[in-house]
């Protein structure tokens, strides 16, 4: 059974920073690439990042390139977001999803096409 466990999410400061992890186990990690995605209050889920199976390519949303990095560790089955200079625009659940790729290139697919999702984790920026 595969399970994707999210955590660092809470609650901070515009300008500040957080580091989301995602924890994946049952599953052959390398053999996936991984994105986040974030749905704001009331809205639909949207494509933060993603990065492909070894980590040497990623792809980011405009609204986040440049404050954004997504990371991964294949040896603890984890990606990483880190966030910084956050904006109350950040504000949403953020998701890790899986989608099983042995491509070089970081996935661009719709929400639809991953494998598996962790069950969220709150961002919330707000002074």
């Known amino acids: 059974q595969v399970v994707l466990v999210e955590s660092g999410g809470g609650l901070v400061e515009p300008g500040g920073s957080l580091r989301l992890s995602c924890v994946a186990s049952?599953?052959?990690?390398?053999?996936?690439?991984m994105g986040w995605w974030r749905q704001p209050p009331g809205k639909e889920r949207d494509f933060v990042a993603s990065?492909?199976?070894?980590?040497?390519?990623?792809y980011y949303s405009n609204s986040v390139k440049g404050r954004f990095t997504i990371s991964r560790d294949n040896d603890k089955n984890t990606v990483y977001l880190q966030m910084n200079n956050l904006e109350p625009l950040d504000t949403a659940v953020y998701y890790c999803?899986?989608?099983?790729?042995?491509?070089?290139?970081?996935?661009?697919?719709?929400?639809?096409?991953?494998?598996?999702w962790g069950q969220g984790a709150q961002v919330t920026v707000s002074s």
């Open positions: 999803g899986a989608i099983k790729s042995a491509s070089q290139y970081p996935p661009r697919a719709p929400d639809h096409e991953y494998n598996y």
């Open positions: 990065i492909n199976w070894s980590g040497h390519d990623t």
């Open positions: 049952g599953m052959t990690f390398s053999d996936y690439a």
